[in-house]
């Protein structure tokens, strides 16, 4: 099975900041990696797939980079709205898929 | 527009089973498989397995091997996912999602199905 671990598992940060969130995979997924956003008492909500590709509607200060084992999720300047969870998922070894851990993004 | 809308809460003993169900609609129900995800209380997202609408296959992850079965009524445009012998660590808010190809585009809102004797 592949793995997926993401860090950090929590960061602090404040409006206008830079933030990045990294996800490694355990071996080689090529680009078959997604990111999704979960606010609190919420569903996911798909924001990047195929390592870099930005779902419709997603506000471009979102971007997604990455190939193979390590991936980056950037906020280029975070917004009262980005404080939520992150999290990434393979979808190399569809039709199944793992999920990293999360990121929490709180209020520094 | 796609809206996935899944069945009540539920409450159940341990050793008992539930059955969750996730309505489709604003698309053609064929064309997409379903995803089933759950998420524990504070924890974080576990895929639990995926049908394909078109035939009927399943995949379901490992640790729920022989517990869980993932149906659908195409008649009705719904989902169903039933999981047996359920223990409190089974605890958890269910979700359906809609998965093409790689991503899961659209989710239910969940459904809370706690274990508790």
């Known amino acids: 099975d592949i793995q997926m671990t993401q860090s950090p598992s929590s960061l602090s940060a404040s409006v206008g900041d830079r933030v990045t969130i990294t996800c490694r995979a355990s071996?080689?997924?090529?680009?078959?990696l997604n990111w999704y956003q979960q606010k609190l008492g919420k569903a996911p909500k798909l924001l990047i797939y195929?390592?870099?590709t930005l779902q419709s509607g997603v506000p471009s200060r979102f971007s997604g980079s990455g190939s193979g084992t390590d991936f980056t999720l950037t906020i280029s300047s975070l917004q009262p709205e980005d404080f939520a969870t992150y999290y990434c998922?393979?979808?190399?070894?569809?039709?199944?898929?793992?999920f990293g851990q999360g990121t929490k993004v709180e209020v520094k | 527009q796609v809206q996935l809308v899944q069945s009540g809460a539920e409450v159940k003993k341990p050793g008992a089973s539930v059955k969750v169900s996730c309505k489709a609609s604003?698309?053609?129900?064929?064309?997409?498989?379903l995803s089933w995800v759950r998420q524990a209380p504070g924890q974080g997202l576990e895929w639990m397995g995926w049908?394909?609408?078109?035939?009927?296959?399943?995949y379901y992850a490992q640790k729920l091997q022989g517990r869980v079965t993932m149906t659908t009524d195409t008649s009705t445009s719904t989902a169903y996912m039933e999981l047996r012998s359920l223990r409190s660590d089974d605890t958890a808010l269910y979700y359906c999602?809609?998965?093409?190809?790689?991503?899961?585009?659209?989710w239910g809102q969940g459904t809370l199905v706690t274990v508790s004797s």
């Open positions: 999602a809609r998965g093409g190809t790689t991503a899961f585009d659209f």
């Open positions: 604003g698309y053609i129900f064929r064309s997409y498989g």
């Open positions: 049908i394909s609408v078109y035939n009927g296959d399943t």
């Open positions: 071996q080689s997924i090529g680009r078959f």
């Open positions: 195929s390592a870099s």
């Open positions: 998922q393979q979808s190399h070894s569809t039709p199944t898929w793992t």
